[in-house]
């Protein structure tokens, strides 16, 4: 079994910059593969960001890319999601997700088996 919790989100200005964490648990987390999605009010749940076992495979959503930056450090079975740029469309409930597809970046929300409860990220302008 697998748990992961999300945390760092907030209430930050257009442009600001915030760093999301995901923390899991379990006794194999190191090999999952891991991503990030969002889902705004009144809106399905949007792929962001996905990362694969080791870090050396990434994968961003055109509306994110060159502004998001996924990462993970297995040591700590800690996923993280630099968000920098930021836009109000950017508002959202943020979700980590981990996959035993490991060796891959997953980017389809029914390949993850585990999810967190999510972190609110909020843009003002």
């Known amino acids: 079994q697998v748990q992961v919790v999300e945390s760092g989100g907030g209430l930050v200005q257009v442009g600001g910059s915030l760093r999301l964490s995901c923390a899991a648990s379990?006794?194999?987390?190191?090999?999952?593969?891991m991503g990030w999605f969002r889902q705004a009010p009144g809106k399905e749940l949007e792929f962001v960001a996905a990362i694969n076992w080791s870090g050396g495979m990434t994968y961003y959503a055109d509306s994110v890319r060159g502004r998001f930056t996924i990462s993970r450090d297995n040591a700590k079975n800690t996923m993280y999601l630099q968000v920098n740029s930021l836009k109000p469309e950017d508002t959202a409930v943020y979700y980590c997700a981990a996959s035993n597809m490991g060796s891959r970046v997953v980017v389809r929300d029914y390949e993850y088996a585990y999810w967190g409860q999510g972190t609110q990220v909020t843009v003002s302008s």
């Open positions: 379990g006794r194999t987390v190191s090999s999952y593969a």
